[in-house]
């Protein structure tokens, strides 16, 4: 029979290595999920609110940039990691003039409008490192049967 009592486990050697190889990076995964859940909601918003803008205010680029700001400013996102786009052309910082263009309003005309957000890739407790881009648009048409001068 083997001696069991001059055994020792390594029950304490298994603690700290689950704890600092699982657990510790489960934790700032999970952490990580919040903000970019918050960016990918926030894009879609304002690409779909930032549409529907371009049609109402008839072809307004400088009303959707506008538009999206305040939606920033509504959810805590910095208008700095925010980029916008319009019809397919370049994206630019939503705090300066629009780089692109959809053209005028015509009737039945597609706008599309184009969203990127920046998103801290892994917060930590002592700050947030990297990011990741989270890109989101939406389609609008001008009404087909709008009286437009």
Known sequence: MANWKAQRGSAPIELVLGIGLVLIPLALLALSFGPLLERIVFARIAAAEGAREWVLSDGSETSVLQMVSQIALNHDVGTDTVSVGFCDGDTG????PPR????????????????????????TPYGAVGSVSVRAYQTEMM???RSTP
């Not at 910082?93 to 300066?96: A, G, K, M, Q």
């Not at 309003?105 to 706008?111: A, F, N, Q, Y």
């Open 143 to 145: 009404g087909p049967y």
């Open 93 to 96: 910082p939503v705090t300066s």
């Open 100 to 123: 692109s263009s959809c053209g005028p309003p015509v009737k039945g005309k597609l706008v599309k409008v184009v969203i990127i957000a920046r998103s801290p890739a892994l917060v």
